[in-house]
Every structure is written in C-alpha cells, then in structure tokens.
Nanobody
C-alpha cells in the first residue's frame, strides 16, 4: 500500500481546503483509509476515517459537521478526500493519510499502522 497526499496550503481562519490521498497497491474490499493531523510538537491524532468496503465513516468530535471524508475508485486509481470547512488556527499541522484496519467493515483509527503517506502541510492563518 502506497499513499500520497496533496492539497495542503495556506488558508485563512474560517476557510476551506480539500485534501487528497492517492492510494495504490490497495485492496478496497479489505481496508480503510484514515486522515491524521500532527500539530507542531504533538503526536498524530485521528481526524476521520472511511471504510472503502461500505463507505462507513468516522469523525473525531472536532471534525463532525465541518469535515467530510469520501472515497472514489476510478479504474485503478483509488482516491480518498477530506473536505475541511471552517478551519481554525488550532487545526493547522501536517495531515497524513494512513491505511487503517477494519472491524466488521468499520474503520478503526489507530496510529499503529505501517502505511503512511508523506504528509501535506495545512497552515491556518490570517
């Protein structure tokens, strides 16, 4: 499984960004993909996750109502998106997508995975 993120950048408080994660070597019937955020000096925290088997989703409380995770499969290209609205300065950091396990087709967010992308930086500042 290889993961490549894109879409980070600078946005003003209250603004929006859409992050993309291109997944290859991926079995969409057996895995899930999650998004994590790592703020400066802090560990990685789970933001959202989607099971590509049944499109079930998980959101951290801070993301509910503002972030939307989605999955698309176009021929051999698997993409996971994270639409982030009403971004706040405390949500700045490096965002990573990661392969995640599932339990009964539900995504389980964990940092205990060998599959990480290289990250994309989000800066929220006026």
């Amino acid at each position: 499984l290889q993961l490549v993120e894109s879409g980070g950048g600078l946005v003003q408080p209250g603004g929006s960004l859409r992050l993309s994660c291109a997944a290859s070597g991926f079995d969409p019937d057996r895995q899930a993909i999650g998004w994590f955020r790592q703020a400066p000096g802090k560990g990685r925290e789970g933001v959202s996750c989607i099971s590509t088997t049944d499109a079930s989703t998980y959101y951290a409380d801070s993301a509910k109502g503002r972030f939307t995770i989605s999955f698309s499969r176009d021929n051999a290209k698997n993409m996971v998106y994270l639409q982030m609205n009403s971004l706040q300065p405390e949500e700045a950091g490096v965002y990573y997508c990661a392969g995640q396990p599932t339990v009964q087709d539900m995504c389980v967010m964990t940092v205990e995975t060998d599959y990480w992308g290289q990250g994309t930086r989000v800066t929220v500042s006026s």
